[in-house]
């Protein structure tokens, strides 16, 4: 059964804190993302990598940077937490390419509340 | 740039009908894919269904249908016989395969009544 798994269900952090999500995935994908979801936003993205230590910025990358040492895992740091980004945040993994079986799979997500 | 477009927050449908999510999208590429998630409110989101740009014929899944018209750039999703358990989000997304991102609606919060 394919898997993405993500650190935490639960978070709640200080305003000015370093904050850590980490992200796993056991599918062997070239890509990863990370996103975030807000109501009535939807989902939008932060960040991805389509291989080990690369990353291209998303639609809403400030105050936000990513780490991708190994394949298979995947961190987002938020560099100094504020509240503006209480959220709920979704990693997401899928296969390059074209065709179906390049759909895109989830974490559980991690509900991030900054006080 | 991609843009996904679902005009309908909320909608209600009573159980056993069937019920039509809107979804259009805008791009200006000519391969890409079209995928359906539905997120309950626990959050997980699971994905229902593929449609690719080429292929001709629509999509179906057991209870989901994806009704495709290129022309017009929808790819609206069709739950027939809706159950209790199909209330969440569903949301519509597109990946143009000339990249890797994919692009997600704000999605249609569907609600089942008994």
């Known amino acids: 059964d394919v898997k993405v798994t993500q650190s935490s269900r639960y978070l709640v952090k200080r305003t000015g804190e370093k904050v850590f999500l980490e992200c796993v995935q056991d599918?062997?994908?070239?890509?990863m993302f990370w996103y975030r979801q807000d109501p009535g936003l939807g989902l939008r993205l932060i960040y991805f990598?389509?291989?080990?230590?690369?990353?291209e910025k998303g639609d809403i990358p400030e105050g936000y940077s990513v780490s991708r040492e190994k394949k298979e895992r995947f961190s987002l740091i938020l560099e100094s937490a504020s509240t503006n980004q209480t959220s709920m945040y979704l990693c997401?993994?899928?296969?390059?390419?074209?065709?179906?079986?390049?759909?895109?799979?989830f974490g559980q997500g991690t509900r991030l509340t900054v006080v | 740039a991609q843009k996904i477009t679902q005009t309908q927050p909320g909608m209600f449908v009573q159980e056993k009908e069937a019920v039509t999510l809107d979804c259009t999208y805008d791009t200006s590429d000519q391969s890409y894919g079209l995928f359906w998630y539905k997120q309950p409110s626990s959050g997980e989101m699971i994905f229902l269904i593929y449609q690719g740009s080429y292929d001709e014929q629509n999509a179906t899944e057991g209870r989901y249908s994806l009704n495709f018209q290129k022309a017009r750039k929808s790819a609206n999703l069709v739950i027939s016989a809706s159950q209790l358990g199909d209330s969440a989000m569903y949301f519509c997304a597109m990946r143009a395969f000339t990249g890797n991102q994919f692009y997600f609606g704000t999605g249609t919060s569907l609600t089942v009544i008994p």
């Open positions: 599918m062997d994908h070239e890509n």
């Open positions: 997401a993994s899928s296969y390059p390419g074209e065709g179906p079986n390049t759909e895109a799979f």
């Open positions: 990598s389509y291989d080990v230590k690369m990353k």
